[in-house]
């Protein structure tokens, strides 16, 4: 939930992030990839603090740190809505998230999206 500090582990490290309210204005589609490759194309909310930096197209390399979103559909992959996940910003493609780096249940936010001005 808003301002709770969270520890997952991504790829066998601990990462810290601060929950955060699904706003309107952060609902973008996010890329979650399988084991085998496949991948669903879902909706989730970026954390505000990161809109910028998806509007502006950044790609994030491989010594970035995650960034969080949260699903605001249920996945194909078993994730429930209202899931952290992690993210990777891919530059003009959709960010990513890896479902292999997920090693652990992660936190739910039940929080409805929240209509913002943009």
Do not use: H
Request: glycine share 10%; hydrophobic share 30%; net charge negative.
């Amino acid at each position: 939930m808003l301002g709770e500090k969270y520890t997952v582990n991504y790829g066998g490290e601990p990462v810290e992030f601060v929950g955060f309210n699904p706003l309107s204005s952060c609902l973008i589609k996010v890329r979650i990839e399988g084991e085998k490759g496949e991948g669903e194309g879902i909706w989730a909310c970026i954390d505000p603090k990161d809109k910028a930096d998806y509007d502006a197209d950044v790609t994030d390399n491989e010594s970035t740190p995650p960034r969080f979103a949260i699903l605001r559909n249920e996945s194909l992959f078993g994730l429930p809505w209202g899931t952290y996940i992690p993210v990777k910003f891919k530059g003009r493609e959709r960010p990513e998230c890896k479902i292999v780096v997920i090693k652990e249940e992660m936190p739910i936010n039940k929080t409805e999206t929240i209509e913002d001005k943009d």
